[in-house]
Every structure is written in structure tokens, then in C-alpha cells.
């Protein structure tokens, strides 16, 4: 009877130490930046102030290369990482500044691998003015960079640049790193409280909590074990 104890009290043991290491979930991390746009349709914005994690390539000719691998991986690392949701807004603003033409800003969301070629994460939107604009989709293996390719924006006088915000969902494999916490000069510091903090349990702290279950039961099983 203790052998097949024994047995039971390992595997559920086991059990425990795979759920523990189960710590997959979604994340979300958000940053800003100022930029300025001439208005002439093929050209992208030009940045003025940016944020953490946000690195703005427009060198490359007809693209509004604006990088956000650094933000995502704030929350993991881009190789565990299965798929984004990223919001585009225009802060304070209704919508994205139409040119004088009519026309409207040219969103997209890119993946690229390490050879430089590309893939859509989201497809281009050829003409919008919507903001919030939200893009969605999977993150392929081997991806090594991600990026907003945005361009085609109506006029933004550089003396009264726009502000825009970056936020993404980040859903991930594996273990997640804390996220950058910031805060913005407009923010005021919270209050000290007597109050017991409430817990944020992340999936890690779930997968954590739901290994103790399995031990619980196993450590019961030892104590019975010896009774008899």
C-alpha cells in the first residue's frame, strides 16, 4: 500500500513542477511619441520627442518605419512571443489629420525576419482616419523585428507637434519579464494607503498558486501514508 502511495505522492509531485513552469499570458505595455507631418503623401511622420521603446527608422525610402520590437519584448522576449494587438491613437484628436487632397494616413503592421524581408502581421490600410486604430495578428517564427509602417498623414506643424501613444497586447510563451512602469509629469503621485495592496495575479503567479494544489495533496498523501 506505501509503494503505491509512493507512487501516486511522485507522480502528482511532477504534476506540480510542470503547472509551475506554465507561465504563458498576455501583457499589455503602451509608450508615446510627438512627430510632425509636411502633408505631402509620401512622406511618414517626423518625430520630435519619443518614448521607451519606440525607435523611429525612416531612412529606408517610402517607409514610415516606426519600431516597436524594444516595448514589445519589455513584456518577452520577440522569439516567445505567438501574437500582438497594437493601438495606434492620435491623443486628444477624433481622428488622424486628413491632406489637403482628401486623402488619409496609410497604417500597417510589419514583421520582419533577419534577412530583412518582411511579412504583414496586419494588413495595410490604404486610407484612414480612425483613432483609435487597432491591428492584430500572429507573430511568425523567426521574426526579428516588429514595426508600424505608417505614412501619408495631413499636415502637423512642427511648432505644435501631435502626440501619438503606441499601445500593445503582448501574448506570450513562457515566462514573462515585468513590464517598464512609467509615469507621465501630468500624472500625480499616488497617495499612501493603510489598506492591504490587492494581489495582481499575472498567469506566472496563477501557475505558481496552482502548483501548490498538487503538492497540498501530495504532502496529505505522506501524512496518511504513515498512519497506516
Not at 492591504?196 to 502548483?211: H, I, K, N, Q, R
Request: glycine share 8%.
Amino acid at each position: 500500500m506505501r509503494k503505491i502511495i509512493a507512487i501516486c505522492v511522485a507522480a502528482v509531485m511532477l504534476f506540480a513542477m510542470a503547472v509551475s513552469v506554465c507561465a504563458d499570458g498576455t501583457a499589455t505595455v503602451s509608450s508615446s511619441f510627438t512627430a510632425y507631418s509636411t502633408g505631402n503623401q509620401y512622406e511618414t511622420l517626423k518625430p520630435v520627442t519619443v518614448g521607451e521603446g519606440i525607435e523611429f527608422r525612416t531612412a529606408e525610402p517610402g517607409i514610415g518605419h516606426i519600431d516597436i520590437t524594444a516595448l514589445i519584448e519589455q513584456v518577452a522576449d520577440l522569439e516567445n512571443v505567438t501574437s500582438i494587438k497594437v493601438t495606434l491613437s492620435a491623443v486628444g484628436a477624433d481622428a488622424f489629420v486628413s491632406r489637403e487632397d482628401g486623402g488619409n494616413a496609410i497604417i500597417g503592421l510589419k514583421g520582419v525576419y533577419a534577412d530583412a524581408t518582411s511579412y504583414d502581421i496586419a494588413p495595410i490600410n490604404w486610407g484612414t482616419n480612425q483613432t483609435p486604430y487597432t491591428m492584430e495578428g500572429a507573430v511568425l517564427e523567426g521574426t526579428e523585428a516588429v514595426y508600424i509602417d505608417t505614412s501619408s498623414h495631413g499636415a502637423i506643424a512642427q511648432d505644435s507637434p501631435m502626440e501619438f501613444e503606441v499601445s500593445v497586447d503582448v501574448t506570450y510563451v513562457g515566462d514573462a519579464k515585468t513590464p517598464v512602469e512609467t509615469t507621465t509629469d501630468d500624472e500625480a503621485a499616488p497617495a499612501e494607503s493603510t489598506d492591504t495592496p490587492t494581489e495582481d495575479t499575472t498567469p506566472a503567479e496563477t501557475g505558481v498558486a496552482l502548483a501548490l494544489v498538487p503538492m497540498a495533496v501530495a504532502a496529505a498523501a505522506v501524512v496518511l501514508a504513515k498512519r497506516k
